[in-house]
């Protein structure tokens, strides 16, 4: 009986276990410090660093990343590009023609005094040494004292880095002549989170981090402007365009220590350059747009234009996304396209107008979705992509007065020809690891942004402005999963959606619709492809007027805001659908607002 019982407790006990789903996640406080050398573009670095262990577990060991060694020979980001059949051509060097390409991986020509590297020179957990092993872009430590579930541990650090070639994001001297591009230069904490710890090496894509706040110090020739996450705490020192008043250093200074804070983040990034002009202007909610450009008369009347018009995107992302919660953002000229980081991003300017407009526009909108809504990038990247993406092109189309009856056509059109090309992987694919560089392009912007235009498809286009604020209401600071913006749309349209999360993400299943019958007033449709979806449908009478109908999905089990005629709902398992119209009819085109992604149109029309 003894035995029994024991064993129910035990069974007890685990399911207690099992069934606790509180949200948690970790928290890091770094305080660095690091002295440039712009000669030879070496650094050296401390950081102390505040770890918080939030979860259930104890943890043993902890990991950082080290991402300026994914820019050697030989590493997993050089032997992906000598092997993917599409390489990033900001990558390669491209021996052969367009028509016959032959690829030679930058990376594998880097000398020594070129490529990026983090080296640690000691490490101590509270004091006491631990050890320590780099494996490439990661450094796997042993704690000597594990942190226990609501613990705390100091770990302090030595460190050298060396800032590689401009490659990819990071790097000196770019091609537009940027001298620092300050991205991925420091030991970053590795997120441990529900799904264990998030270690997965630097090949190119995109990331992960842990929220917490930075105070970092940087020192540098005095000839530099920085501009990058953060909040300057010493402006009447540094000047550069921070003072309210000039500053005039001594000649006998010959470097100057940039003080930051950044409160509750997830990254932090830099950028210096000797020839930055930097202008300020104030946008919705007193916050400060900073902007960092090369002194270059070819780009500066594209910059000074730019300037409103960001304050534009912020109000715009404010109101049909939620409050931006700091005061300051900084748009620099740097890195090798466009990239997003906390309270900055870093684009190439040398643009015409629409196309800076636009990548500030992407660039921006990323700060809402992926550095406020922190997905995990590496495995979600269309979260972060496409729904930003999806969020800049309604911007662009309200800012310029492009009046686009879809701005979002463009990520459909990039979609279904993704689905058409045999090439197509479900975006559970983690990001690094597409067969093509163009299959998870077109995944992670054009199918993540249909996503969401297909989404208000489904749910009603209010119902969907509703879950995109609510879901940055609930989710901003956290590190949202796939599941929790479904759950949001859920709650806000009462409609059922894990069919939709399950086909579009988790499957290649395509929606392909057709008109198959029409005799005098009954209609009959027909599904085609795999993925089933409610229908919009327009039946023009041979009297001239006109009805709208809607279909809801059984599997919804329930409807969206509508003003058209309801009709009884179709089960995924019916091939096909069959009603009478109240008239006889002339033509019927299925989903008139092309918000469906049919991937092919031209059965969807009778009679036009």
């Known amino acids: 009986m003894r035995k029994i019982t024991s064993f129910i407790g035990i069974l007890i006990t685990f399911s207690i276990s099992a069934q606790n789903t509180s949200y948690w996640q970790q928290h890091v406080d770094y305080t660095m410090s690091i002295d440039m050398n712009v000669e030879n573009y070496q650094y050296d670095g401390t950081q102390k660093l505040i770890y918080t262990n ?61 490529i990026g590297y983090i080296k640690i020179n000691s490490l101590q957990q509270d004091g006491v040494t631990v050890k320590y092993e ?8 042993k704690l000597n004292t594990p942190i226990m579930p609501g613990g705390k541990t100091v770990l302090d650090m030595n460190f050298k880095g060396q800032v590689p070639l401009q490659i990819r994001r990071s790097g000196r001297n770019s091609e537009e002549g940027i001298a620092l591009s300050m991205t991925q230069w420091y030991p970053k904490l590795a ?48 000047g550069h365009g921070y003072s309210d008043t000039p500053v005039k250093h001594k000649k006998k200074v010959k470097k100057l220590t940039w003080h930051f804070k950044a409160p509750n983040v997830h990254d932090f990034t830099w950028a210096a350059d000797p020839d930055y002009i930097h202008d300020k202007i104030k946008g919705e909610n007193d916050v400060t747009l900073h902007f960092f450009y090369k002194n270059d008369k070819e780009i500066i009347e594209n910059w000074k234009k730019l300037q409103p018009k960001t304050a534009e995107l912020l109000s715009y992302y404010n109101t049909h996304i939620g409050q931006y919660p700091y005061k300051q953002y900084s ?58 993406s999806y969020i800049s092109s309604q911007a662009m189309n309200e800012i310029l007065n492009q009046d686009k009856e879809n701005p979002n056509a463009g990520s459909y059109r990039g979609y279904i020809r993704l689905a058409k090309s045999g090439v197509e992987e479900p975006l559970t694919t983690l990001a690094d690891h597409y067969t093509f560089n163009y299959s998870y392009s077109n995944s992670a912007y054009s199918k993540g942004a249909v996503f969401l235009a297909q989404l208000g498809y489904i749910i009603g286009k209010e119902n969907l402005e509703k879950t995109l604020k609510k879901y940055f209401e609930d989710f901003k600071f956290k590190h949202p999963t796939p599941n929790d913006i479904k759950r949001t749309a859920e709650k806000v349209s009462g409609i059922q959606l894990d069919w939709y999360l399950t086909y579009f993400t988790k499957t290649t299943a395509t929606i392909d619709y057709a008109v198959d019958n029409v005799d005098t007033n009954q209609i009959t449709l027909k599904r085609i492809g795999k993925m089933p979806m409610p229908i919009d449908l327009k039946v023009t009478y041979t009297d001239g007027t006109d009805e709208n109908f809607y279909i809801p999905l059984k ?42 992604a049919d991937i092919d149109d031209t059965n969807n029309n009778f009679g036009l």
């Not at 780099?134 to 430590?141: C, E, M, Y």
């Not at 894509?205 to 920085?226: A, Q, S």
């Open 54 to 114: 939030n979860s259930p577990d104890a943890l043993g060991e902890v990991f950082y990343h080290l991402q300026f060694n994914a820019f050697q020979p030989g590493s997993d980001m050089d032997i992906r590009l000598q092997n993917i059949k599409d390489p990033d051509r900001r990558m390669v060097n491209n021996l052969g023609t367009r028509e016959a390409p032959i690829y030679e991986s930058r990376i594998a020509k880097l000398k020594p005094d070129e």
């Open 134 to 141: 780099v494996i490439g872009t990661l450094l796997k430590v």
């Open 191 to 238: 997120e441990y989170d529900f799904e264990g710890w998030q270690t997965n090496q630097y090949i190119a894509r995109e990331f992960h981090g842990v929220w917490g706040d930075f105070d970092v110090k940087i020192t540098i020739d005095k000839e530099y402007t920085i501009g990058g996450t953060g909040y300057l705490q010493n402006p009447n020192e540094i």
């Open 331 to 388: 748009v620099i000229q740097g890195g090798d396209g466009g990239m997003e980081y906390a309270m900055c991003t870093l684009i190439t300017g040398g643009r015409n107008f629409g196309s800076l407009v636009g990548v500030t526009a992407h660039e921006f909108a990323h700060t809402w979705f992926q550095f406020l809504l922190a997905t995990n990038e590496t495995k979600h990247e269309w979260m972060d992509e496409g729904f930003t």
């Open 555 to 596: 599997m919804m089990l329930g409807s969206k805001p509508t003003t058209a005629t309801p009709l009884s709902s179709w089960s995924w398992t019916a091939p096909t659908y069959s009603f009478s119209a109240k008239k006889a009819v002339k033509s019927v085109e299925i989903d008139p607002s092309h918000l469906m």
